[in-house]
C-alpha cells in the first residue's frame, strides 16, 4: 500500500441523524453499531478507510450524538464530541433534511466556528424528502455557516457517498499512513464483539431498558481451530429490568444472544461460541467508577 496522505475527520450531529450508518457505508463495512434509538454511540469509534489508488488514507471518526446531557455517561458522550472537533484535517456534520436549523446543531456549528478547521454539510436521508424541501434546507443551513461544501446523501443507500468520500480526499495532508495496513478500526475485536451485544439490546428491548444496559467482555480466547470462545455480561440498573432482558423462560436473551453471535461471526470471519449472563449494578450510569470499567473513561 502505498500511502502518502492522510485525513482525519470527525463526523458529528445531533441524535438519529444516522452518523453510524454513514461511517459503516464510508468503511465499506460494519464497525459501527447502528439502532433507532438516541444515543446508541456511546465512545468515538474509528473507522480507517485505505484509497490505495489515490495513496490517501481516511482515518473517519464517528461520535456520540450530541445532546442534552442527564447523567455522568451523557457527559462523558458530550465531552468526546466536544474534544472531536478541534485539530483535525475536516469536521462533517451530518443533519437530517428538516427546515428547521435545532439547538444541538447550532451548539456544533459554533464549536466548528471556533475551531476554526475547515467543515462539510451533509444532508443524510435524502430518499425521505422531495427535491424542493431539500433545497429550502440546503439554502438554510448555507446561511448559517461558510461551508466548504454541502453534499446531500442517502448513508442508507449508498446515495451520494462516493462524492462524499472524494470530497474528503481533498483535506488529506502529506503524511505516512496512521494505521496499518490491515487495519480497520481502533476498537479491539472485544470492544467491537460487546458493542454488537449492546445493538442487538437496543433492537429487541422497549423504552428505558436498553440505555441502561452496559456489556462486558469477561472472556475472550481463540482455540487452536480458530473458534471464538466469548463469554458476556450484560449490566442493567434494575432488578425488573434484568427480568425483561432474560425473558420468559430465557427467551429474549436467547434471542439477543443468537443474532448477535451472527453479527459477531461476521466480523470475525470465524465460529463463535458465545454465552451470556445478566447482572444488576443500579444507577451504573452515574458512577465514574462503573463508567471506567466499561471503557467510558472520564479521565480520559
Not at 124 to 144: P, R
Not at 189 to 195: G, L
Not at 232 to 250: D, F, L, P, R, W
Not at 270 to 299: A, C, H, P
Request: net charge negative; glycine share 6%.
Amino acid at each position: 500500500m502505498n500511502i502518502t496522505k492522510t485525513a482525519v475527520v470527525t463526523i458529528c450531529g445531533r441524535p438519529n441523524v444516522g452518523k453510524s450508518t454513514l461511517t459503516n457505508t464510508l468503511a465499506g463495512q460494519k464497525l459501527a453499531i447502528v439502532s433507532a434509538k438516541p444515543q446508541t454511540t456511546r465512545n468515538r469509534i474509528t473507522a480507517v478507510v485505505n484509497r490505495p489508488e489515490h495513496g490517501i488514507q481516511l482515518v473517519i471518526m464517528d461520535t456520540p450524538g450530541f445532546h442534552r446531557p442527564r447523567t455522568k455517561l451523557g457527559d462523558y458522550m458530550v465531552n468526546v464530541v466536544r474534544e472531536s472537533i478541534p485539530d483535525v484535517e475536516l469536521v462533517v456534520l451530518v443533519v437530517e433534511p428538516i427546515p428547521n436549523i435545532g439547538e444541538q446543531e447550532k451548539a456544533l456549528i459554533e464549536s466548528i466556528r471556533a475551531a476554526g478547521c475547515p467543515a462539510l454539510l451533509v444532508i443524510n436521508k435524502i430518499d425521505t424528502v422531495e427535491k424542493d424541501a431539500l433545497l429550502q434546507v440546503m439554502s438554510l443551513y448555507g446561511g448559517a455557516f461558510d461551508w466548504d461544501a454541502i453534499i446531500p446523501v442517502s448513508a442508507l443507500k449508498r446515495d451520494g457517498t462516493d462524492l462524499l468520500l472524494a470530497e474528503m480526499e481533498k483535506y488529506a495532508a502529506d503524511s505516512p499512513p496512521l494505521f496499518p495496513e490491515d487495519a480497520d478500526t481502533d476498537q479491539p475485536d472485544r470492544q467491537v464483539c460487546a458493542e454488537l451485544v449492546r445493538e442487538k439490546l437496543l433492537r429487541c428491548l422497549d423504552k428505558e431498558v436498553p440505555h441502561g444496559t452496559a456489556v462486558e467482555v469477561t472472556r475472550f480466547s481463540e482455540r487452536d481451530s480458530g473458534i471464538i470462545d466469548l463469554d458476556v455480561t450484560i449490566y442493567c440498573e434494575k432488578a425488573s429490568h434484568k427480568g425483561i432482558i432474560i425473558g420468559k423462560n430465557g427467551a429474549m436473551l436467547k434471542k439477543v444472544g443468537e443474532e448477535a453471535r451472527k453479527d459477531i461471526e461476521r466480523f470475525m470471519g470465524t465460529k463463535v461460541f458465545l454465552q451470556t449472563w445478566v447482572k444488576v449494578k443500579e444507577n451504573w450510569r452515574d458512577s465514574e467508577m462503573m463508567l471506567r470499567n466499561f471503557g467510558y473513561g472520564i479521565d480520559r
